[in-house]
């Protein structure tokens, strides 16, 4: 079946430590990459995408993503993370570019 | 989210009411989705219009949930009667030449 996977429900990491969520998605084509974040009681930001070409993305906040067909991912990383990165990621696919499907999310927290 | 106006931002309504939340696109955009967030099955995908036009409702949980789109600029998410399940954040999302844009959700609690 199709899907997306976010294998951590929770991260915690420490404050200025480095950062890589999972993501991985069962697609026969190539997808259309995302990664949102989400406040709590906030809306959904974007945070980077992938659509083609360079296979390392750069996005907002200094976050960067890498995908890696051969292994189906999309991992988020982040070199240092500050404590406002406190948050719920989100992994999207978007397979047919008519629709985007959602991973189940991975909560980070961040410890001072 | 300015691209995206959702309302009411917050609902409480009584089982058994009807509730319709709305949403206002910007226009230059092709699709339209409405999302539901809960904490047990994260963010699922409703039914999405493609120039108005619904396309794929298989996400609609129940008959109780319909939705329209009379026309680009506006689309509405009705649930009749409402049920504490029913509880939960839904988003209304767009999809143009700039990308996906979500609006920042209407919170609706069903008592």
């Known amino acids: 079946a199709q899907s997306v996977t976010q294998p951590d429900i929770h991260i915690t990491v420490s404050e200025g430590a480095s950062l890589e969520l999972r993501c991985n998605y069962s697609y026969g084509a190539t997808p259309y990459l995302f990664w949102y974040v989400q406040s709590p009681g906030q809306g959904l930001q974007l945070l980077l995408k992938?659509?083609?070409?360079?296979?390392l993305v750069q996005g907002i906040k200094g976050f960067e993503a890498e995908f890696k067909r051969s292994q189906s991912s999309f991992n988020l990383r982040k070199p240092s993370v500050h404590w406002s990165d406190a948050a719920e990621y989100f992994c999207?696919?978007?397979?047919?570019?008519?629709?985007?499907?959602f991973g189940a999310g991975t909560i980070l927290r961040v410890k001072s | 989210d300015a691209g995206v106006i959702q309302s009411p931002r917050h609902e409480v309504t009584e089982m058994g009411q009807e509730v319709t939340l709305r949403c206002k696109p910007i226009s230059g955009h092709n699709s339209l989705f409405w999302y539901r967030q809960t904490m047990m099955r994260g963010l699922e995908l409703l039914i999405y219009?493609?120039?108005?036009?619904?396309?794929?409702d298989s996400g609609m949980p129940e008959d109780r949930f319909s939705a329209k789109m009379p026309n680009a600029s506006f689309s509405t998410l009705k649930i009749q009667p409402s049920e504490p399940r029913d509880s939960a954040v839904y988003f209304c999302?767009?999809?143009?030449?700039?990308?996906?844009?979500f609006g920042s959700g209407t919170r609706l609690t069903v008592v």
């Open positions: 219009f493609n120039n108005n036009v619904p396309i794929d």
């Open positions: 999207a696919v978007d397979v047919y570019g008519n629709k985007l499907v």
């Open positions: 992938y659509f083609s070409g360079d296979t």
């Open positions: 999302a767009i999809n143009g030449r700039h990308g996906y844009t």
